[in-house]
């Protein structure tokens, strides 16, 4: 029996039985059949359903968002964005997918020789609950937009919230079955991955799951993408501007409650600006909102589930074992963890080596550019990194150095459906958003005519 809790009250809000075997793989026939009267639908024809879909999101953003803070005690005004979101990255794929699929020419000895994007088929996507609707609209809309059909497997604490988006492209007049949600466990993704008509599978997790999902489709011969695990950093120097630089690591990291692939994890600040810094984090992080997340203004609550809350607490204390300082916070009742900022955090400490997912800011000091390069790529993840300095040429000098997949400049790492989304090393591979994740899972089909 998989149940959803209420993080707040800690009621029970709904328990199922999985789906059997059989019931799955009558699912996954069923996309099949969609897909076959999807893939013939005109650019013209997808696009009016998804700008529906857009439409419909940002008309019914209240309601829906309700349904996020009930699951995990996300505060409501970041729930209420978290929707709008998605009506974005909709409207985009809807307004840009027939050029970025359009067909490409090219010169060679043939009469006509062209390369063309044809959809695959039925797609997994596996999805985590800290953004139950942004995760599957990332994947979802590009697809459609495709002529691909989708198979989620969300998880079980955000089952509300993967049927209120079934039921949502169900009413709004796509192809019954382009897009459903099994009721399963983790147990059951393999049978899934191995079935014919599932032509590849995307996921957004831990490393953990990463490495399994990985494993299942290599053994199956399908292509995979994976957006794991971040630990990012948040290098300040000397020469920021430091209200609003402090300003931009606070939501970097306590956004969501913490919890985020892409929060900003370990702050790195240049020894001349510390003691001016560290004084002004603490004055933001004190007066952010704690209270019930349906609170309009709220800002932080409860994480997702107790259990993560633990976990995160056994980090802080190991690392305040190892030295750490807590400066501010470090205490957790039930679901609930204070806003914590940790100082003299060092390399070894599971709070700088681990993705710590939650409210804990891990706080270290650096002299030069060539330590603070050294102390961003000393993790094993690789998903983004922040640097604040109004100096061009050490912005220039820095970029190619960075291992990561993203680096922002002056601003927080976030997902935007115009840029390609993704890591390398323990952070996954492959790209998800803009052209670059639309191409993720198509066939570029090789055309030569003599």
Not at 129 to 154: D, I, S, T
Not at 303 to 324: P, T, V, W
Not at 347 to 369: K, W
Request: hydrophobic residues 40%.
């Amino acid at each position: 029996m998989l149940k959803g809790i209420n993080p707040y009250t800690q009621n029970e809000i709904y328990s199922f039985k999985p789906l059997t075997s059989t019931e799955v793989s009558h699912k996954i026939e069923a996309a099949q059949n969609a897909f076959k009267t999807w893939q013939k639908n005109s650019f013209k024809e997808r696009a009016s359903l998804i700008l529906q879909l857009s439409k419909h999101l940002k008309n019914n953003a209240s309601n829906l968002a309700s349904i996020i803070t009930k699951e995990i005690g996300k505060p409501i005004s970041q729930s209420i964005a978290e929707i709008e979101k998605c009506a974005w990255v909709c409207r985009y794929y809807a307004e840009n997918a027939e050029v970025q699929l359009q067909q490409k020419n090219i010169t060679t000895d043939a009469q006509s020789s062209y390369v063309s994007y044809e959809p695959l088929g039925v797609i997994l996507a596996i999805m985590p609950w800290n953004y139950p609707f942004w995760q599957v609209f990332r994947f979802l809309a590009p697809n459609l937009m495709a002529g691909n059909v989708g198979l989620l497997k969300h998880a079980s604490n955000v089952q509300l919230s993967a049927k209120a988006i079934e039921d949502i492209i169900n009413n709004l007049g796509f192809p019954t079955h382009s897009f459903q949600n099994l009721q399963i466990s983790s147990q059951h993704v393999e049978e899934v991955i191995k079935h014919q008509h599932v032509k590849a599978v995307t996921l957004t997790g831990s490393e953990k799951a990463g490495k399994a999902v990985a494993s299942q489709a290599g053994q199956a011969l399908k292509k995979s993408v994976l957006e794991l695990g971040g630990n990012n950093a948040l290098v300040v120097f000397n020469d920021c501007d430091l209200e609003k630089t402090v300003k931009t690591c606070v939501q970097a990291r306590f956004q969501n409650n913490g919890q985020s692939c892409i929060a900003g994890k370990r702050l790195l600040i240049q020894d001349g600006v510390y003691n001016d810094f560290i004084a002004e984090l603490t004055t933001q992080v004190k007066n952010l909102k704690e209270g019930h997340p349906k609170d309009a203004d709220t800002y932080i609550s409860v994480m997702a589930r107790e259990d993560l809350a633990e976990e995160l607490e056994e980090q802080l204390n190991i690392s305040i074992k190892n030295g750490a300082k807590v400066r501010l916070g470090g205490k957790r009742k039930n679901a609930f963890f204070e806003p914590t900022i940790v100082e003299d955090v060092t390399e070894e400490m599971p709070i700088f080596q681990q993705e710590t997912f939650g409210p804990v800011l891990a706080v270290t000091r650096f002299s030069s550019t060539t330590e603070a390069v050294k102390l961003v790529n000393g993790s094993r993840f690789g998903l983004g990194v922040s640097i604040f300095t109004k100096n061009n040429k050490l912005i220039n000098d820095l970029i190619p150095q960075f291992e990561d997949g993203a680096v922002f400049v002056n601003e927080l790492v976030k997902s935007d459906p115009r840029l390609p989304f993704g890591g390398t090393k323990r952070s996954g591979y492959g790209r998800e958003l803009s052209d670059e994740g639309i191409l993720e899972f198509v066939n570029r089909k090789t055309v030569y005519i003599k």
